[in-house]
């Protein structure tokens, strides 16, 4: 059995990127969606242990403290991490893993694991971006307008992707995103290290026309 692959996925607030990545999860077999560790507060549906684990900063700080993270950055105000041993125990057993972080988090896990494969999601326009975050409605103006300006920062790290999908039609963008991951688990490395059966590809040694 090969190694999962891992699936780093940024994007802008409001460009749809948790929408995409939990489509994926409920859509295909073997891809597991890696939980953050976060400072910040629960929004109102999310649960601990499922959307994040929400810690205080002094638990995050200890973690830093540990090297337990594979990245970790300041976004927004909060802390967000990601738990080095929970993501590479999935890969180790053959799961791809789903990373949904910011690039700042993207690029440090570029520089541990080069082979992740990294996809960036775009919005529309800026203006579909703007809607998306006012009606949203968990934020209030202030904490959008740092998100905007965030955002404007974030697209120009657009070309150091590998992979760019502009979530317009939600459905178009979940097809373009899916196509990536079985592209992705079709590379002959991956084939011939599941259940390839080699030997059946051989011809036997009385073949018609081998004699």
């Known amino acids: 059995m090969d190694r999962g692959d891992l699936f780093v996925i940024s994007a802008p607030s409001g460009a749809g990127k948790s929408t995409l990545c939990s489509m994926l999860v409920k859509e295909l077999d ?3 969606f890696s939980i953050s560790h976060t400072t910040r507060s629960p929004r109102p549906g ?12 002094q638990e ?7 090297d337990a993270f594979l990245e970790w950055a300041r976004v927004h105000g909060n802390f967000y991490g990601t738990h080095r041993a929970h993501v590479m125990e999935k890969l180790s057993q053959g799961t791809d ?3 949904d972080i910011d690039v700042q988090g993207a690029k440090q896990v570029k520089k541990r694991l080069p082979g992740a494969v990294t996809i960036f999601i775009l919005p529309p326009s800026w203006q579909v971006l703007e809607e998306r975050l006012t009606k949203r409605g968990s934020e209030d103006r202030e904490k959008i307008k740092l998100r905007l300006q965030n955002a404007m920062k974030e697209m120009e790290e657009v070309t150091n992707y590998q992979y760019t999908v502009v979530n317009d039609v939600l459905e178009v963008a979940f097809g373009q995103l899916k196509a990536i991951v079985l592209a992705q688990r079709s590379k002959t490395r991956r084939v011939l290290a599941s259940n390839v059966d080699i030997d059946a ?3 036997n040694p009385d073949s018609w026309f081998l004699v």
Do not use: H, M, T, W
């Open 97 to 99: 893993v789903i990373l």
């Open 46 to 57: 999310e649960i601990n242990g499922k959307d994040y684990y929400f810690v205080s900063e």
């Open 30 to 32: 073997n891809i597991a």
């Open 201 to 203: 590809l051989r011809p």
């Open 60 to 66: 995050f700080e200890q973690l830093v403290a540990e």
